[in-house]
């Protein structure tokens, strides 16, 4: 009786979480420009206009520049602060930390507005790369969660071995400490990609005008005129989402990374 | 190994970079937020530097606190539904077996990232009268005619839910996943329903993370920006999406960056209350 109760909880939030999905899915399939469900005649023909029409394969290829190269940044901004956490003794470094993980805790719209300030008063606003640097700083918290994660794995006394055979830092993050915490950084950057490909409103403040990232574009044309092109980006990007975080599952420890205590673990 | 305290100078270059950056792009930038929320305002959207608080006094009209009334009830309601059903959905998932557990944290994930757009594109598309859910229930015979549930605010709530569904299991998880399962086990032997177990030993035990959590979420549903923009009518504004709308489209910058300010203290305070509550830092695990 319970097992069944429990059974159909997870089948009720399951179609909770994937109704919307399934409709914009459907939608797409419309043969004519109609936002009609179900879908009136089949057509393939919006999920291949994302990448047929010049004006959403262009956006499309903004997002995945920007997200990648916001990754890039994020990783490259908490790699070496995770790594000075673990190695040194030094009580007000956590004060980056936290200014690290503020932006992601903090309403959103607060580092738009702080970054649509920045680049307003130093004459950059409207600069396509504007973008990146703030995505950078926006999603640093996710690396620097996954990263400071994997530091907490090394067990010391390997790196206590490495030195007493002469090595020094460079060469012990070279062959020990960087092979055992790569899959933390993949996933680091992993999170930081996805959650950049998706946002709207920084990028909105920074770029809004002049470059069209797709979740803009989406924006847009919820505004001024719906196409089901929209609807097929947005099924395109569920998909994305989910291969990404199942290749971060396939090739490291998802339940681990989200903070769940795994067998083997000392504490 | 031993961790050492920095000593030469160039022991400080790793966090040189990172602090660098965080100190130009987001701290500098917060600076300059403040500083334009004391500016004044002039004719053709731009601002000049002056210090006064005119922007800080807008608080106090009858508009302001109708929007900040209105969000605070909005995100309270948001994060307790989301509790409510996220709590016995955390619990249930961490008892599922790893392989199954994985698939459903990929999937949660997949829905935490979208973006906010497509999640508001998405629900006003199921809640329409052309597309919508009315079509199914017209089918089943429980309706007469399709109807348009969109907008209002039950469509803002059922958004606002989606989205910070996936976190409050989240940040929950944690915490559920380390419980120990003795403590439902004696429960079971001395003769407890599981739903009683749950009830009387479970929740209690985590009292102080579910206030928390109910915290961090309050938060989450306080920065949505533009569901309620989407899938709501102008009453159902939060103060999210009013500062968007002063800074873009109404160009007082002054007066959006005081509304930021006031909304910083506010999240601030309230992660200070939900660290003093669990007595650790970090409670957010995302």
């Known amino acids: 009786m319970s097992k069944l109760l429990t059974r159909m909880f997870f089948v009720c939030m399951a179609l909770f979480l994937a109704l919307p999905i399934v409709v914009i899915a459907g939608v797409a399939l419309n043969d004519k420009k109609t936002l009609a469900f179900p879908p009136q005649g089949l057509s393939a023909d919006w999920y291949l206009s994302v990448f047929t029409d010049a004006a959403w394969r262009s956006a499309l290829v903004n997002s995945v520049l920007v997200a990648a190269t916001a990754a890039a940044i994020s990783v490259a901004i908490a790699l070496p602060l995770a790594w000075f956490l673990w190695r040194r003794v030094a009580p007000w470094a956590q004060f980056v930390q936290v200014i690290g993980f503020s932006p992601f805790i903090l309403p959103p719209v607060i580092t738009a507005l702080g970054a649509l300030s920045f680049w307003a008063t130093t004459g950059f606003y409207g600069q396509p790369w504007t973008i990146v640097i703030s995505h950078g700083i926006f999603f640093v918290s996710l690396p620097l969660v996954t990263i400071t994660l994997g530091f907490a794995t090394i067990d010391r006394e390997v790196i206590e071995a490495g030195m007493t055979m002469g090595a020094d830092d460079k060469i012990l993050m070279k062959t020990v400490i960087f092979p055992l915490i790569r899959p933390y950084v993949i996933s680091g950057f992993a999170f930081a990609f996805v959650l950049s490909l998706n946002e709207y409103i920084v990028a909105y403040m920074t770029v809004g005008f002049t470059l069209e990232t797709i979740p803009i574009k989406v924006f847009n044309a919820l505004r001024y005129g719906y196409t089901p092109t929209m609807a097929a980006v947005s099924v395109f990007f569920v998909l994305v989402a989910v291969g990404v975080f199942g290749l971060v599952a396939r090739f490291g420890d998802l339940p681990k990374l989200l903070g769940a205590w795994s067998e083997g673990d000392e504490t | ?286």
Not at chain 2, 157 to 164: D, H, I, N, S
Not at chain 2, 173 to 179: D, G, K, N, T, V
Not at chain 2, 255 to 277: D, N, Q
């Open chain 2, 1 to 286: 190994m031993r961790r050492s305290p920095p000593q030469k100078p160039v022991d400080y270059l790793p966090i040189a970079f990172p602090a660098i950056m965080l100190g130009v792009f987001f701290v500098i930038p917060f600076a300059i937020m403040v500083a334009i929320s004391v500016f004044e305002r002039v004719q053709g959207g731009f601002y000049e530097p002056a210090f006064t608080f005119a922007n800080y006094a807008r608080f106090l009209t009858p508009f302001f606190g109708k929007v900040l009334a209105f969000s605070l009830g909005l995100a309270a309601l948001v994060s307790a539904v989301c509790l409510l059903i996220g709590v016995p959905f955390t619990y249930m998932l961490t008892r599922l077996r790893r392989g199954k557990q994985v698939v459903w944290l990929i999937a949660l994930l997949g829905v935490l990232s979208l973006s906010e757009v497509i999640i508001g594109f998405a629900w006003s598309t199921l809640l329409s009268r052309t597309a919508g859910l009315s079509n199914l229930f017209v089918w089943v015979g429980l309706m007469e005619r399709p109807e348009a549930w969109t907008p209002g605010f039950a469509a803002v709530l059922t958004g606002l839910v989606y989205q910070a569904f996936p976190y409050t299991v989240l940040v929950l998880y944690p915490a559920f996943s380390r419980l120990d399962p003795s403590l439902m086990e004696a429960a079971r032997t001395l003769g407890c329903s599981p739903a009683r177990a749950f009830a009387n030993v479970v929740l209690p035990a985590m009292r102080k993370t579910l206030l928390a959590t109910f915290i961090i979420v309050f938060i989450f549903a306080l920065g949505a920006y533009l569901l309620p923009q989407i899938l709501g009518r102008p009453q159902h504004w939060t103060l999210s999406v009013l500062v968007t709308d002063q800074a873009i489209y109404q160009s007082n910058m002054p007066f959006a960056a005081a509304m930021a300010v006031f909304l910083v203290v506010a999240s601030l305070a309230l992660v200070g209350l939900s660290m003093a509550i669990t007595g650790r830092k970090g409670a957010a695990g995302v």
